[in-house]
C-alpha cells in the first residue's frame, strides 16, 4: 500500500525583515548575509502569531475542501516543534479545537529540535499504515529565535507546514526504508528558562554536514542512493548555505550530470526559505513545497531524498515518489501572493516586535492582531491560560 504526503501547505507571518537593512544595522557586508549565508529575508512574528495559530492558520488550507466525512477518518495529529507553548498541555489540543476536529483521536506535540518534523511524518505514515482507511495530520510550526546583534540573528525566521499524510497520497509516496542516526551533542539547544535559541554555531555546521556523511554513505551501501534515480535532494534549510554546503559534500562523489540536475533543484527548493528564514522543523517541508512549485521540470514517478536534521541530534535520509497530477494539490499563486502582500519592516519595528513578550505574572493581557485576515491568532492570555481567535 502506498502511504504519504495527500496534502501540504504552509502559512508564514505577514512581516518580514529585509537582511539588507539588517546587514546596514549590524555593519556587515550585506553579501555576507545574501551569499555567504544564503538568505534574503526573515519573517518576523508578533506575539499573535505563535506557533499554534501558524500552525493551525497552514492546516485551515489543507483541509480546504474536505468533507465533514473525511475528516472524520483524521486519527492522529502531532504537531512538531522547538517553540512550543506550554510544558504540559500539547499545542496540538489548542489546534484540535481551532481546527473543529473530531474528539475520537491522537493529539499530540514532540520535539526533537528540527527534526521532528521528519518524526512526526514518519510516525503518522506508519500509523497510516497500522490503521487502514486513517488519516494523520502533521504540523511542523516554529519560531526562530537567536536574539538581537547575536551570531544567529541572520538564521531566525517563522512559520509552518501541513500535511495530511494517507494512503494512496496525491503528493508524494514515503518509501519505508530510511537510514537513520542518532547521537547526543550539544550544537544547539534551548534551556526551559530561555525564549532564545544557544547555538555553538560552526560546530552545529560540522555535526550536520557529519550525520549527512554517516546516514548517505549507508544509505548507499544499501543501494539506497543510486543517484540517477534520484531527480531531487532536498535538506534541513536553517539557511539555504546549509543545505549548499550539504549538496556540495557529494560533488566529487557523484556523476556531474547527476550533481548538476540535483543543484539545479536544489535553486528551485529555496526560493521560499530564502524569503522566510528558518523554520526549525517546518524548514525540510519548506523546501519541498518550494520545489514542488517553483520547479516545472518535475514529472510523476520522479524519486527524491529528504535528509532531516536535528540538533541534538537525530538525521534521517529518507526518500518518496512523486505522485501523478501531484501538481493540482499545490498552491504555487496562494503562496506567492501571500510571500509578496508581507510588509516590510523598518529595523526599529523588527526590534520592537522582537522585544515584546507575554505576562507571566497570570494577569490579563490583550494580544494585539498581527493579521486580522488569518483564520486564527493568539487574542489573549489571563490566569497564565491561552485563547485563540
Ligand atoms: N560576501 C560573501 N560571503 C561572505 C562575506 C561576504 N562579504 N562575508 C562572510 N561571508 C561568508 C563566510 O565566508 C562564510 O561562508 P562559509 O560558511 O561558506 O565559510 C559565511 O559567510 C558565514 O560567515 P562566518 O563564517 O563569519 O559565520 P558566522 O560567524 O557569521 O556564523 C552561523 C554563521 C554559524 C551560521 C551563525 O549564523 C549561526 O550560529 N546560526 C545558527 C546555528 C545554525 O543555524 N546552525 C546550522 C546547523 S544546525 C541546524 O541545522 C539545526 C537548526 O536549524 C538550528
Request: glycine fraction near 8%.
Amino acid at each position: 500500500m502506498k502511504v504519504g504526503i495527500d496534502r501540504i501547505a504552509f502559512s508564514t507571518p505577514n512581516r518580514y525583515l529585509d537582511l539588507v537593512d539588517l546587514a546596514h544595522a549590524r555593519g556587515v557586508d550585506p553579501n555576507k548575509y545574501l551569499i555567504g549565508i544564503g538568505q534574503s529575508k526573515m519573517a518576523v512574528p508578533t506575539l499573535s502569531q505563535d506557533i499554534v495559530a501558524m500552525g493551525a492558520n497552514a492546516a485551515q488550507e489543507v483541509l480546504k475542501g474536505l468533507s465533514d466525512d473525511e475528516k472524520s477518518l483524521i486519527g492522529l495529529l502531532i504537531v512538531a516543534t522547538e517553540s512550543g507553548v506550554d510544558q504540559s498541555k500539547a499545542s496540538a489540543l489548542f489546534v484540535h479545537e481551532l481546527l473543529n476536529l473530531t474528539a475520537s483521536m491522537r493529539t499530540i506535540e514532540i520535539k526533537e529540535a528540527c527534526y521532528a518534523g521528519t518524526a512526526g511524518l514518519q510516525l503518522a505514515a506508519d500509523f497510516v499504515r497500522a490503521h487502514a482507511g486513517a488519516k494523520a495530520l502533521v504540523i511542523a510550526a516554529d519560531i526562530a529565535r537567536y536574539g538581537l546583534g547575536s551570531g544567529g540573528e541572520v538564521t531566525q525566521g517563522a512559520g509552518a507546514v501541513a500535511m495530511m499524510v494517507s494512503a494512496n497520497p496525491h503528493i508524494l509516496s514515503l518509501e519505508e526504508h530510511s537510514v537513520v542516526l542518532s547521537r547526543s551533542t550539544d550544537d544547539f539547544w534551548r534551556p526551559n528558562y530561555s525564549t532564545e535559541a544557544c547555538a555553538k554555531g560552526k560546530y552545529s555546521e560540522q555535526v550536520y554536514l557529519e550525520m549527512f556523511a554517516q546516514v548517505w554513505r549507508e544509505a548507499k551501501s544499501l543501494g539506497l542512493t543510486s543517484v540517477g534515480d534520484l531527480q531531487a535532494l532536498l535538506f534541513h534549510i536553517p539557511f539555504s548555505k546549509m543545505g549548499r554546503k550539504g549538496l556540495r559534500s557529494l560533488e566529487s562523489m557523484i556523476p556531474p550530470a547527476d550533481y548538476e540536475r540535483l543543484t539545479a533543484r536544489f535553486e528551485k527548493a529555496i526560493v521560499y526559505g530564502r524569503e522566510v528564514g528558518n523554520l526549525y522543523t517546518a524548514s525540510l517541508y519548506l523546501s519541498l513545497i518550494s520545489l514542488l512549485e517553483q520547479d516545472d521540470s518535475l514529472r510523476a514517478n520522479d524519486r527524491i531524498g529528504l535528509f532531516s536534521y536535528g540538533s541534538g541530534s537525530v538525521a534521517e535520509l529518507f526518500f518518496g515518489t512523486l505522485q501523478s497530477g501531484y501538481n493540482d494539490r499545490l498552491n504555487r499563486a496562494g503562496h506567492e501572493a501571500m510571500l509578496a502582500a508581507r510588509q516590510r519592516l523598518s529595523m526599529s519595528e523588527y526590534e520592537s516586535i522582537f522585544s515584546d513578550s507575554l505576562v507571566v505574572d497570570g494577569s490579563r493581557q490583550d494580544i494585539e492582531d498581527g493579521d486580522p485576515a488569518a483564520p486564527h491568532a493568539l487574542s489573549r492570555i489571563e490566569g497564565h491560560e491561552r485563547f485563540y481567535r
